[in-house]
């Protein structure tokens, strides 16, 4: 009896803990065009329409914040929620699908995804029904809303197996998933099908529906542009020449997460800095192009 209390205890401090990570969250918004916004918060950034047909939302974050993020969307518009497309299934983008089905919105997904939340989860438990996609595609999809065309593409094997890019063809906006994080190394997901070589061409197809004025929403980061997206790639390209040398050479994995040179040229730009540092990228490289 002893020891089920202090689990129940351990356990009640971890949610409070969970909880409290996000309390002081904020979430903000920026405009875009003329019906399309940005929600920054924590986790993956939110893409928004809003207009006379109802609201368009692109990931949702974190469970704990969702009233906080239908709090900013209240700002923008007062009409119902309509749809929520996942660019991909990590919690943090996907984390509070279920109330924001509750809140209205038909949620909408690429195959795998909709396969990856019906697995169990870490801790053994499952999705629950409402927070599974509704809607899935295979490779495109087009949705009108508020008086818009919206390209919707699935890039296989980028980040994930199920990865979503969406463009906003009259505001001339492009929302990324995590096919893109802005001025760091991105986590390619080998456990779920992520690749190097599919990050690439999931970069080359973004850039080739943009053009010098496309506003692009990363995954993470702040709003970026062609020319910066442009070295994105350059950066993950570089990275695959270097790594590639290595492997032809005979370098074991030890070896190439060991050798700095390999990165350095990036790593002294600060793109070490976030989730993914130098050794974990170099590792991820190797594992990724020596399996290919």
């Not at 904020?26 to 003329?34: A, M, Q």
């Not at 893409?47 to 993020?69: C, E, R, T, W, Y």
Request: glycine content about 10%; some cysteine.
């Amino acid at each position: 009896m002893k020891n089920l209390l202090n689990c129940l205890l351990l356990l009640s401090i971890s949610l409070g803990f969970t909880q409290s990570r996000f309390d002081n969250v904020e979430i903000k918004s920026e405009k875009l065009s003329d019906n399309v916004y940005v929600l920054f918060g924590a986790g993956g950034n939110i893409g928004i329409s809003v207009g006379d047909d109802g609201v368009f939302v692109i990931d949702d974050q974190f469970a704990p914040l969702s009233n906080k993020i239908l709090a900013e969307i209240k700002k923008l518009s007062d009409k119902p929620l309509q749809f929520l497309v996942n660019t991909h299934w990590h919690g943090d983008h996907t984390g509070g699908n279920e109330n924001m089905a509750k809140a209205g919105a038909t949620i909408i997904a690429h195959d795998n995804v909709k396969v990856r939340l019906q697995n169990p989860r870490r801790d053994g438990s499952n999705n629950p029904k409402e927070a599974l996609p509704v809607i899935t595609f295979n490779d495109k999809l087009n949705i009108t809303i508020n008086g818009e065309p919206i390209a919707v593409f699935h890039v296989a094997n980028a980040h994930t197996d199920g990865d979503a890019l969406l463009y906003f063809t009259e505001s001339n906006v492009l929302h990324t998933g995590d096919t893109y994080f802005k001025g760091r190394y991105p986590y390619i997901d080998l456990n779920s099908g992520g690749s190097v070589n599919g990050y690439i061409e999931a970069a080359k197809r973004g850039l080739m529906v943009i053009d010098e004025n496309t506003k692009i929403i990363p995954g993470h980061g702040t709003v970026s542009n062609k020319e910066e997206y442009q070295s994105f790639l350059k950066m993950l390209e570089t990275i695959k020449t270097n790594i590639s040398k290595a492997i032809a050479e005979g370098k074991t994995e030890d070896e190439v997460k060991a050798d700095s040179s390999l990165t350095k040229q990036y790593d002294d730009l600060g793109y070490g800095s976030g989730f993914i540092n130098s050794e974990r990228i170099r590792t991820t490289f190797y594992k990724s192009l020596k399996g290919e």
